[in-house]
């Protein structure tokens, strides 16, 4: 007699949930440790619901369909020297930012989830962190490798592994990642689940793959549509596990609302390079940053919180901060790499004049009235052959470890600059929300390791600025930092396209 074929729900059933088992022997608390020192209360696992039900069989064969054919346009664009076919050698530099700040971070996610579905009784949730851990490798290993080609004939990529230990500037991404995968299970799944797979990851994947295509970077254009299937499955995997949180108990709104608040506002201060990089850094542009902002979270998210209002889930507590930031954020970061960019590990460069009345029709309310001015400063210095680089590093907020760049947005010709005093010490922050997030944990953050701290400390090499970027973030002076305008990256481009 031929045996019964197995339709999907019952092959879904036998690949996932027929994995689990009973504890007859052993303490099931004792097995799941992690399970409960949240507070969170689960009553009934059976109520996950996997939002793609994909079985392993099927994820490996429709991973390695996606494979052949990513890898099959990378191999043509290295053959076809594509990367001549990008719009401006200045845009390099952004793919430059997303291998040492955005990639790392897959691989840190891809060690997160592994670790955190360990922690979970129920299986549905073991099976589908296992199925996320193995999308962030694959992410990492793509990337990588579509961002390998540049490093054949552009500075800058070659120490990426080292630098994301020790660059000033990369501990803000590192240190988001650390203190998500330092919490609990159910937490990280908040943060980087929900918080920033479902909320915020548009808001990086969007402009960096339609960056990439405005800009004829190929190459990233593909990696990040192979990404963006698994970036479905992540997001409403992620809503998933907030619905499924705030469903088991009623306990467990005010831990969950609290987990938002925090990741939220994590999250937006990790997105300011992106921001950058949108208003910045493409020479082809998108869209403003504001604009990204409005059409992502204030749209997308606002409708998304009101859904969420059922549970008794309000918008994140910072929203406001962040709606008024929007005119100004990508502004004042990239004005900050500009005066230290001999400590930064890509170019910058003054924006042209097409570039800033394109910022001033995108910003009419903020940008001729604060940032053009700084500008066309910055232009007249560079005439007189005065192009000004700060010989400092700057101080770091100890919550999100970003430099204290930022303005008050309701006087955005003050610095914004908080402190809190605990144990006799006294720490300093960027923003109210990174001092809320710390004072409400304040032994985790007491512990930041801050890298131009470190650096000042004697920690790391010196003994001054010069031997620290040469020989303990191993830049070559000129050639991976500094200004793009008399680089080798510029000599090689005008070389390769005959401009005299």
């Keep these: 007699m031929a045996a019964k074929k197995l339709n999907m729900k019952e092959k879904y059933r036998l690949l996932t949930r027929d994995l689990d088992w009973e504890f007859s022997y052993a303490d099931r608390k004792k097995a799941f440790p992690f399970e409960e020192f949240e507070g969170i209360k689960i009553t009934d696992w059976s109520k996950w619901e996997d939002p793609f039900r994909l079985t392993m069989d099927s994820y490996w064969k429709y991973q390695a369909e996606k494979e052949k054919k990513l890898y099959a346009i990378f191999d043509a664009f290295s053959q076809n020297n594509a990367h001549l076919n990008v719009s401006d050698p200045r845009y390099i530099n952004a793919i430059k930012i997303f291998l040492t700040g955005i990639t790392p971070l897959e691989y840190q996610a891809y060690q997160g989830f592994a670790h955190t579905g360990r922690q979970f009784g129920g299986v549905g949730a073991r099976v589908a962190c296992q199925m996320q851990s193995l999308d962030e490798l694959r992410h990492v290993q793509t990337q990588v490798h579509a961002m390998s080609h540049y490093n054949k004939f552009f500075d800058g990529f070659k120490e990426w592994t080292h630098m994301q230990d020790r660059v000033w500037y990369l501990s803000v991404a590192k240190s988001f990642f650390n203190d998500a995968r330092s919490g609990g299970p159910f937490e990280f799944l908040v943060a980087i689940g929900f918080s920033f797979e479902y909320v915020l990851t548009n808001l990086v994947f969007v402009p960096f793959m339609s960056g990439a295509a405005y800009n004829g970077d190929m190459a990233t254009v593909t990696f990040g549509f192979s990404a963006q299937s698994d970036e479905a499955r992540h997001m409403t995997l992620g809503l998933e596990v907030i619905k499924f949180l705030l469903e088991q108990h009623e306990d467990n709104v005010p831990i969950v609302q609290k987990w938002i608040d925090k990741w939220f506002w994590r999250g937006s201060r990790l997105l300011s390079v992106v921001a950058m990089m949108m208003d910045y850094m493409l020479p082809n542009k998108v869209m403003s940053w504001k604009e990204g902002w409005e059409v992502y ?46 400590a930064a590990g890509f170019h910058t460069w003054i924006p042209t004049d097409e570039e800033l009345d394109w910022l001033s029709e995108k910003y009419p309310n903020t940008f001729d009235k604060y940032y053009r001015p700084r500008w066309e400063y910055a232009k007249k210095l560079e005439a007189e052959g005065k192009r000004f680089y700060n010989g400092t590093l700057p101080q770091l907020c100890t919550t999100c470890q970003i430099p204290l760049l930022f303005t008050e947005m309701d006087d955005p010709t003050l610095t914004a600059h908080r402190c809190s005093h605990y144990k006799g010490d006294q720490y300093h922050f960027c923003s109210d929300g990174c001092k809320d997030v710390f004072e409400e944990e304040p032994e985790k953050y007491v512990q930041s390791w801050l890298p131009v701290h470190q650096i000042y400390q004697g920690n790391c090499g010196g003994p001054g600025l010069p031997e620290i970027l040469q020989d303990y973030y191993r830049f070559e002076m000129g050639a991976d930092n500094m200004d793009m305008k008399g680089s080798p990256d510029e000599a090689r481009w005008k070389q390769w396209k005959g401009v005299a």
């Excluded at 059922?310 to 790499?337: C, D, L, N, V």
């Design 297 to 342: 979270f204030e749209e997308a998210g606002g409708a998304l919180f009101k859904d969420l209002a059922r549970y008794g889930i309000r918008m994140p507590k910072y929203a406001e901060q962040i709606r008024k930031e929007k005119e100004h954020i990508s502004h004042q970061t990239w004005w900050t790499f500009y005066t230290y960019g001999q």
